[in-house]
């Protein structure tokens, strides 16, 4: 909930500080949620991050409603260009929502985030397109409110893995709002898991929560491959990744020595320790995970 943002390129090892977001807040409004997300417009050659924040007026405590209810939460919306280093407030649809989102995803030049209605019943997926900067919404599949939800991209389709306390089942969309699902798996996985994304298309990663290891599970040979990754802090997130050459840094700038340190600092940490576990196993893929 800070108000601090960077660009990091793993490939590069460029680390850059985005310049603050103008959110304009008055004193009674609090942090409530936020969102943000990388994207790429292809008719610009920009990249862009968008920056949505919900704030909560407190002035609504004590006169029957809430926190994070109602009237009482306002929604800002900042996107930063890296081509000029420079930002600029959106206005946030009034029936869109992100005070209940599970996941978010990338993928074709539009960021992806889903939401569910307060009955939980109703799962939503919303969109911000980088190039038109424009927002939109799609119905997801139809799926019980009990059950967790993922989402992420399957290939070049966007996909969502959903899991009770042992089933996982793939949906996957091949037109806009029109899902199928693709296939579901019991993995003889003793322990309390939750599936965390899709490798190589067949694949899934599952996060064992009672001990946060990350395993490989095989549907096709039902293979449990322990990655060699565990996590004892806050948990694992699983997220598509190409590497890219692009500078972060422009001709006419230069990383300071505190930056380049810093990048160093995140390589080591999230780059060299899990990945080489990672690529002794596996062939390289479009998989990155981060603490």
């Known amino acids: 909930y800070g108000d601090r943002l960077s660009l990091w390129n793993p490939a590069t090892r460029e680390f850059r500080p985005l310049p603050p977001a103008p959110f304009v807040t008055e004193h009674f409004l609090c942090n409530y949620d936020h969102e943000f997300g990388l994207g790429f417009d292809q008719l610009t050659q920009d990249y862009k991050v968008v920056w949505i924040r919900v704030f909560f007026d407190n002035r609504g405590q004590g006169q029957g409603q809430g926190q994070g209810q109602g009237s009482y939460l306002h929604n800002s919306v900042s996107v930063y260009s890296s081509c000029d280093n420079s930002r600029k407030n959106l206005q946030f649809p009034s029936s869109f929502t992100l005070g209940l989102p599970y996941s978010v995803t990338y993928l074709n030049g539009i960021y992806y985030w889903i939401c569910r209605s307060r009955n939980n019943n109703i799962c939503k997926i919303q969109s911000f397109a980088m190039g038109s900067e424009q927002f939109g919404e799609m119905q997801g599949p139809n799926i019980p409110g009990k059950h967790w939800v993922r989402l992420t991209s399957c290939g070049d389709s966007l996909a969502m893995l959903v899991s009770d306390k042992s089933m996982t089942s793939i949906y996957e969309m091949k037109q806009e709002g029109s899902w199928s699902k693709v296939f579901t798996v019991q993995p003889c996985i003793e322990a309390a898991h939750l599936p ?82 990672i690529e002794n196993q596996f062939p390289p893929s479009d998989l990155s995970f981060s603490e």
């Open 196 to 277: 965390k994304g899709i490798w190589e298309n067949d694949k899934i990663v599952f996060d064992l929560t009672e001990t946060s290891q990350l395993v490989l599970y095989d549907p096709t040979t039902s293979q449990v491959t322990d990655l060699g990754i565990q996590l004892k802090l806050i948990g694992c997130c699983v997220f598509n990744y190409k590497e890219s050459l692009a500078l972060i840094t422009k001709g006419n700038e230069s990383q300071d020595q505190d930056n380049t340190d810093r990048a160093n600092e995140v390589v080591q940490l999230l780059g060299g320790r899990m990945m080489s576990r």
